[in-house]
């Protein structure tokens, strides 16, 4: 699927004239997702990587139809995702989709900057939410402030599984900033990238 970042131009440079029925068929990236490879479209690029989790995904097909896999119980441990960059004070939004019959757990591990990546020394931790899934299996989303002395946060999600062959499926996976969840969209740093469009810019507006 591909993507448009509508850039609004005030300048005459003559930029690149993008068909106007191709235009009108691309979903609009009005809120950047922050979460790199959020469906694991480059394998396990961008999460530290734990034997309980895999990604599903189809080799031949460039879209979103990738997702994670856990299987059995791994709290404590988690499937956590790389740093991504926070501001103080300021709300960010996670929505995901969910799939499983156990409960499932998801925080926000807040770091300084001497702690980019390094999940064993926190600022404090923020559960966004645990929850009993079963039938109820779906879109989650939740809403967290920044807190006082963190530079970067990372994602953790862990499956709360009665046994050891209990399957949990997370699937479009998205940090934004504000208080309110859009639509699911890529990273712009992903390799959905040259599926990512530029309209409205011109010469005149570098």
Sequence with gaps: MPWLINVQSGGDGGGTTIDPELLAS?????????????????????????????????????????????????????????????QVGKEYTFSGEFNSPNPVKVSILFQDQANVNNVSNLVSEMVLFEETLGSESGRRVATFTVPEGVYCGCLKIESLAANETDVAIYQRLKIEEGNKATAWVPCLTDPYQNNVFMAGLTASDF
């Design 26 to 86: 691309l979903q609009k990236i009005s809120n950047p997702n922050l979460l790199y490879n959020s469906t694991g479209m480059m394998n396990m690029g961008g999460w530290i990587s734990h034997p309980k989790t895999i990604n599903f995904r189809d080799d031949f097909i460039i879209d979103d139809f990738s997702y994670f896999v856990t299987t059995g119980n791994d709290v404590g441990v988690g499937f956590i995702s790389a740093s991504l960059p926070l």
